[in-house]
Structures are given as structure tokens and as C-alpha cells.
């Protein structure tokens, strides 16, 4: 276990931004409730036990308690802050402040959930394979990350203006190839979910808002001067896309 997880860049900041996470993640929130009406579809019976992964300020878990009022669950995040504000929403929910790379003893849940975090792992089928590993039998993995492809508007637009955008590498659309073959069964589904800024100064905000600013390794990032000349530019309305992939996997 990571004695101080916040030492993490990017975890220190998502713990940064736990008391602005809710207002500036709308898609975040409709990603969450689609998953835990995807999840809802295919576990089968009430589970009794659930482990949301990477749960920050709570809007899997929300969703998931109001679908299953009766199921144990429990929310695991790196980031301290983000479960203080989710335990102040849901006093009930058992907390876990750990890395979701190293669940040691955690296991036996009928359902895992995970939304919009795995993608920050550095070995996402690797994390798939041992978080299914973690089901009680008959369980169900349910997770929901955005894949290449997303983010495109400013992609585009930055590379319009000759500067490189360092926004985080999403996995490619088949981050999960081949793991069937060793034994995952993962069952995909894609999905895009959109939201509109005022402009693109407020889209990247929203980013910082949310924690999700974290540049990518080895990204060289514009100047404040390049980046002010390009947001002059750019006025009105600005949508970002995201594309979600939904995967579902059983336990053996």
C-alpha cells in the first residue's frame, strides 16, 4: 500500500479538487449512471457485495445505492479528500484510501464497478485481468473509460494552431484484444457522451476542476503566451467529446 498516495502527481490532483469534482464533471456523472444501468442489466440477481474502483467524490456509488439499497458497499480511492467528500454524501459506504493497482485482501465481490479512472493506470488491460480476479463467483466487472478518440475538438483545434496538445493518452479502442484468450471475456460497447462549454478557457477549467489536468509523459506543453493567443482566437461555444468504452467480464 502507498503510505502517502497524494506523493502520486496525479492522484494530489484529484485530492485537490475534491470540493469542486461534482459541479465540474457533468459527462463523468451520466458515464456513472450508464454504467450502473449497464451493470444493472447484466449482473443477474441483487449482488451483495460491491467495490467501486476509483470512486472519487461518489457518483458511481450513489448511483449504484440507490439501484441496490440493500448491498454492501464499498468505495476505494487513492485520493483522501475525494472520499471525504463521498463518506460526507454517503455516510454508510465502507472506505478503502488505496491505489487501485494493489487491492491485496479485496475480493469476493458479485459486482465491480469503475468508471473513468482506468485509464490513468499505466497497464489497463493488467489492471481488467486482476480486478475480474477479485469477483466472487458468478460476479460481474463493469467498467466504463474513455478510449482514443476522445477529446478530439481540442486536439484539433490546438494542432490547428501548430501547438502540441498534452492532454493524457487515452488506450486505443482495443485496449482489451485478446483478453479473452486469457479468459477475461470481456464484452465491449462504445459510446459518446458530449458536453458544451461557454468556451474553450471554460472547458479547460472544468479539466482543472475535475483533477483531470494532468499532462501526459513526455508532452511539451504550450506557453501561457501561446496558450492565451490561441484561446483569443477561439470564442464561443466549445463541445468536447468523450468516447466511452463500456466493458462487462465475468468471473470464471
Known amino acids: 500500500m502507498i503510505s502517502d498516495p497524494t506523493a502520486n502527481p496525479i492522484v494530489a490532483a484529484f485530492d485537490a479538487a475534491a470540493e469542486t469534482y461534482d459541479a465540474a464533471t457533468p459527462v463523468q456523472r451520466e458515464v456513472a449512471q450508464a454504467l450502473v444501468a449497464r451493470a444493472a442489466e447484466n449482473v443477474g440477481g441483487p449482488p451483495r457485495q460491491i467495490l467501486d474502483l476509483g470512486a472519487g467524490a461518489g457518483h458511481v456509488t450513489g448511483f449504484a445505492m440507490a439501484r441496490w439499497p440493500n448491498a454492501k458497499m464499498t468505495a476505494l480511492d487513492a485520493a483522501p479528500a475525494m472520499l471525504r467528500r463521498l463518506r460526507a454524501k454517503f455516510p454508510g459506504v465502507a472506505t478503502v484510501t488505496r491505489d487501485a493497482r494493489q487491492l491485496d485482501r479485496l475480493q469476493g465481490f458479485d459486482l465491480i464497478l469503475s468508471s473513468m479512472m482506468l485509464h490513468w493506470l499505466d497497464d489497463p488491460r493488467a489492471a481488467l485481468a486482476d480486478w475480474r480476479s477479485r469477483l466472487a463467483p458468478g460476479g460481474l466487472l463493469a467498467v466504463a473509460l474513455p478510449v482514443a478518440?476522445?477529446?478530439a475538438e481540442w486536439r484539433e483545434l490546438t494542432r490547428a494552431a501548430g501547438l502540441q496538445d498534452a492532454l493524457w493518452n487515452f488506450p486505443p479502442q482495443d485496449?482489451?484484444?485478446?483478453l479473452g484468450g486469457q479468459g477475461l471475456g470481456a464484452n465491449i460497447e462504445f459510446r459518446e457522451f458530449s458536453e458544451t462549454y461557454p468556451d474553450?478557457?471554460?472547458?479547460l477549467r472544468a479539466l482543472k476542476d475535475a483533477g483531470a489536468q494532468r499532462p501526459r509523459p513526455g508532452a511539451l506543453a504550450a506557453?501561457?503566451?501561446a496558450m492565451r493567443r490561441l484561446l483569443a482566437t477561439r470564442a464561443g461555444p466549445f463541445k468536447a467529446t468523450f468516447r466511452i468504452a463500456f466493458t462487462l467480464a465475468r468471473a470464471v
Not at 200 to 203: I, K, L, M, S, V
Open 149 to 151: 478518440g476522445s477529446l
Open 175 to 178: 485496449f482489451a484484444e485478446g
Open 200 to 203: 474553450p478557457h471554460a472547458f
Open 223 to 225: 506557453t501561457a503566451g
